[in-house]
């Protein structure tokens, strides 16, 4: 027997599973987000997290761009897939 609990999990299991994801290559995932400004917030707010864990100001800067482009072009693309 199933419980309503249970019922309610699988069912936000299910809905999630749906949700556009952005998977930056550390694995850390964004949702799509319809509103551009804070699609931009929530994609600078990671990037800002890769600028953190390097010490190197160079190579810092070289991390935040790198994943910068790849959100980007992930946005750009699921996008474009949505309005089909």
Do not use: F
């Not at 936000?12 to 599973?17: A, D, I, L, T, Y």
């Not at 810092?60 to 693309?77: D, H, N």
């Amino acid at each position: 027997m199933v419980t309503p609990r249970q019922r309610s999990a699988k069912k936000s299991e299910r809905s999630s599973s749906r949700l556009p994801l952005l998977k930056c290559e550390c694995g850390a995932e964004i949702l799509l987000l319809p509103d551009l400004k804070v699609m931009n917030h929530a994609i600078e707010v990671h990037v800002l997290e890769h600028r953190k864990k390097e010490k190197d100001p160079d190579k810092a800067a070289a991390a935040a761009a790198r994943v910068r482009k790849i959100l980007i072009e992930q946005l750009l693309r699921k996008a474009s897939e949505m309005g089909k």
